[in-house]
């Protein structure tokens, strides 16, 4: 029997649109699971997607779900794209309190009808949205994956290529931390083809020896870039969600950066974050605590710490002390 590959996605907005486009372009879905609150939206994304299907890979199975999450059981994987992105405008914490209240709406209806797949959340803010819907859920954490800093380690590598004249593909670099403003680059991490850019910089100093700062700064806030002419970020995002899903549906084993549920690394643990981490069937299957250095390692408690704040702000909000901070 021919296996089905059953994909979902929560919120039809700018970027679950965009998700549910490059799912099918990719042809990683034979089944598309979509809900929103929104029935007129949704209605027309459905219409939109199957007028295309002439133009995609394969013929995939468009299911209009409505807000019946219960639908979404028998995926493999469903994808979170819920929010208010113009809350945004300013900062991602910006959509604390109207996205948290949004994620309390379904994580527990899907778990309770059965759901055994992979959560992929890319609602912002990332790290504490996905720590709210482990602690709502009691669900395995580590097939709960925050798309996190998957996005901006691809924009560090753009902005990196950009100055050096090399495929973004052949250059491993990652910022850590918070999908936010408190995220860093690893320099210490970074290579091209294995060789280090400290190395390379030493060799080639009017190639490689280029301000780290700013691109650090580039990879940080280029998404404010892209929002500043749209009102909103979509490709890289819905691209950057969709690798995670063909990492979990073809059990890849890729290693990316991606936020998850932080158990001792560093001396973190009880939030999520992003690090590297390998992604197969399981969800986040490893993470691999790189040797960053002291300075390194000092950004990513303060990012740890903005993450631990963020969740505060929610304890405040709801009046009660919130399980990740007992």
């Not at 099918?24 to 979509?34: F, H, I, K, P, S």
């Not at 986040?284 to 963020?310: D, F, P, R, W, Y």
Request: proline content about 2%; aromatic content about 8%; glycine content about 10%.
């Amino acid at each position: 029997m021919a296996l089905i590959r059953k994909i979902g996605v929560i919120g039809q907005g700018h970027v679950g649109a965009h998700v549910a486009n490059s799912l099918l372009m990719q042809g990683v879905a034979d089944e598309l699971y979509l809900a929103d609150i929104n029935a007129q939206k949704l209605e027309s994304e459905c219409q939109d997607l199957t007028d295309s299907m002439s133009f995609y890979p394969h013929n995939c199975r468009v299911v209009n779900c409505g807000e019946k999450y219960e639908l979404l059981a028998g995926c493999d994987v469903v994808v979170n794209a819920a929010g208010d992105v113009a809350k945004a405008a300013g900062d991602r914490d910006g959509e604390l309190f109207v996205t948290a209240e949004i994620t309390r709406t379904w994580p527990r209806r899907l778990v309770d009808a059965g759901f055994g797949g992979v959560i992929v959340t890319i609602s912002n803010p990332c790290d504490v949205v996905a720590t709210e819907i482990w602690h709502l859920t009691g669900y395995d954490p580590r097939r709960i994956i925050g798309s996190g800093t998957a996005l901006d380690s691809a924009r560090l590598k753009n902005a990196i290529a950009r100055r050096v004249s090399l495929d973004q593909r052949s250059i491993c670099a990652y910022m850590l931390g918070e999908h936010g403003t408190s995220q860093f680059a690893a320099w210490s991490a970074v290579n091209f083809g294995g060789k280090p850019l400290v190395e390379l910089a030493a060799e080639q100093p009017d190639r490689f020896g280029f301000d780290l700062a700013q691109v650090e700064k580039d990879a940080r806030f280029g998404g404010y870039v892209t929002y500043a002419g749209k009102g909103c970020t979509e490709y890289a995002i819905a691209n950057a969600a969709v690798r995670l899903v063909r990492a979990v549906v073809s059990d890849e084993h890729l290693v990316t950066a991606c936020s998850t549920l932080l158990t001792g690394e560093y001396g973190e643990s009880g939030h999520y974050t992003s690090l590297p981490c390998v992604v197969g069937a399981a969800g986040v299957e490893e993470v691999v605590t790189l040797s960053l250095t002291e300075a390194e390692q000092a950004e990513l408690h303060a990012s740890c710490e903005h993450i631990k704040g963020n969740i505060a702000r929610l304890t405040w909000w709801d009046g009660e002390r919130h399980p990740s901070l007992r």
